[in-house]
């Protein structure tokens, strides 16, 4: 990488892509960005974050720079990596290229748990959950292996069609299958408990979370936006699980 191929705005805006997909609120990607560009003497960065895209200009009448985002995950591990890499770069005024250099480190970075690893907490997860919300024992093992499945499936479609309302409408359709197979061979003693468990690692908590830090930052488009997201994904799991519902009256 040449040194007049490494820009503040091309850095700027990687820091805010990795942010951004990894699943940040959208007023930590702007002062993140903003940080950044100030520690090279910028006086008047100007970054806007919306769930899909950045714009970026050094100054009120320069040029500005847009980033589409098109695939968002949550990784609170790069998020942090990120985070940390600013206050080094404010702190000790690291070169552009080596900022540059770490930030395609960051963002190649495959995520710190395993998939095997993540079925595995959501299995473990999701009989907790039963566990905590008034289910028994009995419920525990239906909801670990509903939710395994569950989650499973919802990985695997994910990956294959790439939409992840129809991926999660997927994967809750089969927690209900399973939790209702579960429970019409004996196994558990409440089909509620069993599902709520099960569809717990589906639920969008994070990007709840965020839509109202942002909204209470004054983030209003990106807040709302947030807000519908996680709603449409909260629908797909209840209509996954009301059509088995209405295939397996139970």
């Not at 039963?130 to 419920?139: E, K, N, V």
């Not at 790439?162 to 003693?189: D, K, N, P, Q, Y």
């Not at 930052?217 to 709603?231: F, M, T, W």
Request: aromatic residues 10%; charged residues 15%.
């Amino acid at each position: 990488m040449s040194k007049q191929s490494v820009t503040v705005e091309k850095i700027c805006l990687l820091a805010g892509k990795i942010m951004l997909a990894s699943g940040a609120e959208t007023y930590r990607v702007e002062d993140t960005m903003d940080r950044i560009a100030q520690s090279y003497g910028v006086e008047n960065p100007q970054s806007y974050a919306t769930l899909t895209g950045l714009h970026f200009s050094l100054d009120y009448t320069e040029s500005s720079y847009f980033l589409r985002i098109t695939k968002r995950a949550t990784d609170l591990h790069k998020i942090d990596d990120v985070n940390q890499l600013s206050r080094e770069i404010v702190a000790y005024q690291l070169p552009l290229e080596t900022a540059y250099h770490k930030l395609k480190t960051l963002e190649k970075n495959v995520p710190t748990f395993s998939l095997s690893f993540q079925v595995l907490a959501a299995t473990l997860v999701s009989g907790c959950f039963s566990l905590m919300f008034g289910g028994t024992w009995a419920d525990f093992l239906p909801a670990c292996l509903a939710g395994s499945i569950g989650y499973s499936t919802m990985i695997l479609f994910d990956k294959m069609i790439e939409i992840r309302f129809l991926a999660e409408f997927i994967g809750s359709s089969f927690i209900g299958l399973t939790a209702a197979i579960c429970f019409l061979l004996g196994f558990g003693g409440s089909l509620e408990m069993i599902i709520i468990g099960a569809v717990m690692p589906l639920v969008p908590g994070l990007p709840i979370t965020n839509a109202i830090r942002d909204l209470m930052a004054g983030h209003l488009v990106s807040g709302v936006s947030k807000g519908i997201e996680s709603l449409l994904t909260a629908v797909a799991i209840g209509a996954g699980i009301a059509m088995v519902y209405g295939f397996f009256p139970v």
